[in-house]
């Protein structure tokens, strides 16, 4: 049976093992680097959680994890597009067993997200997407923006 639930404290190692299984889907990046993502991402996740600012999203079918997603809430300054508030929402770790995909699951996730940000008053949500994925943001009004990245090169 297909249930969803909120993601708690006891998930993080799961969303954690989901989030690196979604970057090593992309595969553009070396396990080594995958390997030391997961290690700080696990604690700092729980943390997120614990403090409120990450809400998350389990779905099990007979108990089984297949996929997850998540919503970060960050301080973020008032802006143009949204002149009064300071945060922002940022939808991360949207992952689904490759046995389960094509079946709406990350399409349930994602509305669960942005049902979560209204109710938290976000108007602005933000994401990363892989070019698989785009098509499922674009069908809930996400668009491209011009947005750049500095990223200073990481050893390992």
Known sequence: MLETRPATAADATLITAHRRAMFAAMGRT???????????????????????KYA???TEVDSRPIASAGLL???WPPHPLDPNCE???YML????DPEYRRRGLANALVDLC?????RRRLRVIALHSSDAARPVYESFGFRTTNEMFYVEPVEG
């Open 30 to 52: 070396q396990d080594s680097i995958l390997d030391a993502m997961s290690r700080s991402f696990e604690p700092w996740v729980n943390r997120m959680i614990v403090e409120g």
């Open 56 to 58: 998350g999203w389990i």
């Open 73 to 75: 809430v960050l301080d």
């Open 87 to 89: 945060h922002r929402g």
């Open 93 to 96: 770790n949207i992952f689904v």
């Open 114 to 118: 942005l049902t979560e940000a209204h």
